[in-house]
């Protein structure tokens, strides 16, 4: 079975190894000269995804950036971005490029798998597509499946063949066709439509956002009335089984932050998504203003930022909510602004007036006068003592997340000597 994987980026790339590793002949199609460097010439993952990083150095994925290399292949699984542009509008660019150069050389019995995350209707957009630019009908000469990617970055090795694999299909040739592909990995199938197809992939997603939205809310609104957040849910689902789902904290990254402008794109009733994003992207600032209101000025300030991928232990900086962070902590004028992030070098990082940065966490904690832990990595979980000893020297820490398992939002002296007392009562009783 001959397989291009087009778009060798967090999605493709991984699916792309694990394809090879199930016996297909893979060829990658990607337009980035430098993935194509990290995996044909220095043979390495261009980020991390753990379980990857021998497939990579064996060498048997080669990835070409002439999609007419692939004009042989059995499949095109479509792995390439579909951002939102600026205002609430899907950018369908990159599928579109794809497919029409597809239809240059698309034969009889080829399948195209769309694997990107689309809005309903793209599919029924990309046969329309296909059958205006070719003499090909769709499940008759040609075949065309919508099969989502739902695997979580960073467990992609396991989740690739764990997921069942929703294969939505017009057509019973398409479906089967979909499904000897991804027998490969020993997926489950299930098969539905195509519009069904895109719709599971969206809401896994945009139910995410909204309950990490719920969160949210309650957490700002809890601090304004001086209520701790994590006090408030832990004491909601302790012994309780209808329980509030996720913590507080920045919620974006590239997939979460833009599906549910698909949605409030397309549909009136996905308008209160819009809401739930006005939540989620208010939260830097609300923290930045609540630093201020509980302890005067952050301006001369020398302030910490720890963490600045868009979530816990990864590299992947797209769509974090950290940079908006730091703009609002400039505005604020501080003496300085130091971020640290160890999965992280320097050109990740936006550059921003005064900025520095450091992959070391003691070099950014010194000195500190304000901490804010804007991604929970396990490395402050397991070093919280050194984020805590900040504070006895007169820093103040912000922690939405909770990462010094303080229940605190914000922690300084008093507020230490506070939970202290707390958890001596808690004992006592
Ligand atoms: N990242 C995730 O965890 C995740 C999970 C599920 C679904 N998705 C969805 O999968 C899709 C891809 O996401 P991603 O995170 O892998 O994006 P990505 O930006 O990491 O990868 C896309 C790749 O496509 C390449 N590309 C763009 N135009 C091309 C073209 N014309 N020909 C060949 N290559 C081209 C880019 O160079 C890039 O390497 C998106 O629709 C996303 O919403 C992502």
């Not at 900025?355 to 070093?383: E, G």
């Amino acid at each position: 079975m001959k397989v291009a994987v087009i778009g060798t980026g967090r999605v493709g790339l991984p699916l792309a190894l694990s394809l090879i590793d199930c016996g297909a002949q893979v060829l990658g199609v990607d337009l980035s000269e430098q993935t194509r460097h990290a995996i044909n010439v220095e043979r390495r993952m261009p980020f991390d995804e753990p379980g990857y990083d021998e497939l990579a150095a064996s060498g048997k994925l080669h990835i070409t950036g002439n999609i007419r290399d692939a004009a042989d292949c059995d499949y095109f699984i479509v792995t390439v971005g579909t951002p939102l542009r600026a205002h609430i509008e899907t950018d369908l660019s990159f599928v579109t490029k794809v497919i029409e150069s597809i239809c240059e050389f698309l034969a009889p019995g080829q399948t195209i798998v769309m694997r990107s995350t689309t809005a309903p209707k793209t599919t029924a957009f990309v046969a329309s597509l296909i059958e205006s630019r070719t003499f090909h009908k769709v499940g008759r000469d040609v075949f065309l499946a919508c099969c989502p990617e739902r695997i979580v970055e960073g467990k992609a090795r396991e989740e690739l063949h764990q997921l069942p694999q929703i294969i939505g299909t017009e057509d019973s040739a398409s479906a089967q066709s979909a499904e000897r592909l991804f027998a490969l990995l020993g997926a489950e199938p299930l098969h539905c439509n195509w519009a069904t197809a895109e719709l599971v992939k969206l809401f896994c997603n945009v139910s995410r956002y909204a309950y990490f939205g719920v969160i949210n809310a309650l957490s700002m609104i809890a601090l304004d009335q001086n209520v701790e957040p994590h006090e408030v849910i832990e004491l909601a689902n302790r012994d309780y089984p209808r329980k509030l789902h996720g913590k507080p904290g920045f919620t974006a990254g590239t997939c979460l932050r833009k599906d549910f402008g698909m949605l409030a794109e397309n549909y009136w009733s996905g308008g209160f998504l819009t809401e739930i994003w006005r939540i989620n992207e208010s939260l830097p600032k609300y923290l930045v203003d609540l630093a201020k209101n509980r302890y005067g000025t952050l301006n001369g300030k020398r302030i910490a930022v720890l963490g600045y991928s868009f979530k816990r232990d990864a590299d992947d900086v797209r769509d974090s909510l950290a940079p908006k962070l730091i703009r609002y902590l400039s505005r604020e004028t501080p003496a300085s602004i130091v971020v640290s992030d160890h999965h992280l070098s320097v050109n990740h990082i936006e550059p921003c007036p005064g900025l520095q940065f450091t992959p070391d966490m003691d070099t950014a904690l010194r000195n500190a006068d304000f901490i804010f832990i804007a991604t929970n990595h396990t490395l402050y979980i397991d070093q919280r003592d050194k984020i805590l000893a900040t504070v006895n020297r007169g820093a103040r820490v912000i922690d939405i997340w909770d990462t010094c398992g303080q229940n605190r939002a914000t922690i300084d002296t008093e507020s230490l000597a506070r939970q202290k007392s707390f958890q001596l009562r808690r004992t006592a009783a």
